[in-house]
T-cell receptor
Framework: QKEVEQNSGPLSVPEGAIASLNCTYS??????FFWYRQYSGKSPELIMS????GDKEDGRFTAQLNKASQYVSLLIRDSQPSDSATYLCAVNLERGSTLGRLYFGRGTQLTVWP | DGGITQSPKYLFRKEGQNVTLSCEQN?????MYWYRQDPGQGLRLIYYSQIVNDFQKGDIAEGYSVSREKKESFPLTVTSAQKNPTAFYLC????????????FGPGTRLLVL
């Protein structure tokens, strides 16, 4: 069973705080990891992709990957009310596959209050 | 402007009716995907296609059909066999070379009358 698990939340943080979103996955050989943001009633938009162990930073967003622990996280620094959305973790769980199929977690709903 | 378009934005289906959701992309992507999203749920894969005239079933293909006659287009038909079709339907595409990043269209919300 291929699985991607996320804390369902909801997660609520004050404006300016750091929001931490977590994701675990079932297959140790997974190679590609993605975070999407989805506003209510809208389609997902890509925020970050990460392929190697360690941290990857892009503006206020930092993705962290630990393949040994099968864990990927997203940190949002200086959280803003406009960051309030559902965050989806997506993982390529198929070794050597060229199909590019992604498996999605159920998402974590984040609310940033002023 | 390059992107993925889906139409209609809202679609109403009557009992026993087949309906078709449109998905078009001008990104020159080879692979295209259809997902279904129910409230509070993640995305579940219905069908996907890597090349023209070829497609594979995803996890919840029953009650759905697709075609891929053109690289740019991947329409999804929700048949009368799909007993619980009310959901948000998302189309995505990606290049088949390099990374697996998928980009999504704006979605179609299907409601049953």
């Amino acid at each position: 069973q291929k699985e991607v698990e996320q804390n369902s939340g909801p997660l609520s943080v004050p404006e300016g705080a750091i929001a931490s979103l977590n994701c675990t996955y079932s297959d140790r050989v997974s190679q590609s990891f993605f975070w999407y943001r989805q506003y209510s009633g809208k389609s997902p938009e890509l925020i970050m992709s990460i392929y190697s162990n360690g941290d990857k930073e892009d503006g206020r967003f930092t993705a962290q990957l630990n393949k040994a622990s099968q864990y990927v996280s997203l940190l949002i620094r200086d959280s803003q009310p406009s960051d309030s959305a559902t965050y989806l973790c997506a993982v390529n769980l198929e070794r050597g596959s060229t199909l590019g199929r992604l498996y999605f977690g159920r998402g974590t709903q984040l609310t940033v209050w002023p | 402007d390059g992107g993925i378009t889906q139409s209609p934005k809202y679609l109403f289906r009557k009992e026993g009716q087949n309906v078709t959701l449109s998905c078009e992309q001008n990104l020159n992507h080879d692979a295209m995907y259809w997902y279904r999203q129910d409230p509070g749920q993640g995305l579940r894969l219905i069908y996907y296609s890597q090349i023209v005239n070829d497609f594979q079933k995803g996890d919840i293909a029953e009650g759905y059909s697709v075609s891929r006659e053109k690289k740019e287009s991947f329409p999804l038909t929700v048949t009368s066999a799909q007993k619980n079709p009310t959901a948000f339907y998302l189309c995505a595409s990606r290049r088949t070379s390099g990374v697996e990043t998928q980009y999504f269209g704006p979605g179609t919300r299907l409601l049953v009358l």
